[in-house]
Nanobody, 121 residues
Framework: QVQLIESGGGLVQSGGSLRLSCAASGRISRSYVGWFRQAPGKEREFVAR????????SYAGSVEGRFTISRDFAKNTVFLQMNSLKPEDTAVYYC???????????????WGQGTQVTVSS
């Protein structure tokens, strides 16, 4: 079973940038990888996703144009480049792997432990 390890979170000022990484211990193939986030007192929400094989991407409206998701086959890693960060982007960011797009974000799929992103105003 694939294990996911996120890294790259931290504290940044408004307007700054961070790059999150999601490293997979096992093989990711014919599946999807997504980034989700959860702010205090709020439900977990979708941020971005990428199809591992063909690289198709999709973004939440709140991050489109500011965030970019990508993957590196050699490193078996998915990245989330976050630019023009805003205080409302503050959350714990989670990486998720699912065998089908319809299952992305389901609790019974593979999740990482999360990485904290804090954007100060």
């Amino acid at each position: 079973q694939v294990q996911l390890i996120e890294s790259g979170g931290g504290l940044v000022q408004s307007g700054g940038s961070l790059r999150l990484s999601c490293a997979a211990s096992g093989r990711i193939s014919r599946s999807y990888v997504g980034w989700f986030r959860q702010a205090p007192g709020k439900e977990r929400e979708f941020v971005a996703r990428i199809g591992w094989t063909f690289g198709s991407t999709s973004y939440a409206g709140s991050v489109e144009g500011r965030f970019t998701i990508s993957r590196d086959f050699a490193k078996n890693t998915v990245f989330l480049q976050m630019n023009s960060l805003k205080p409302e982007d503050t959350a714990v960011y989670y990486c998720n792997n699912a065998p089908a797009l319809s299952r992305l974000g389901n609790h019974d799929t593979t999740w990482g432990q999360g990485t904290q992103v804090t954007v100060s105003s």
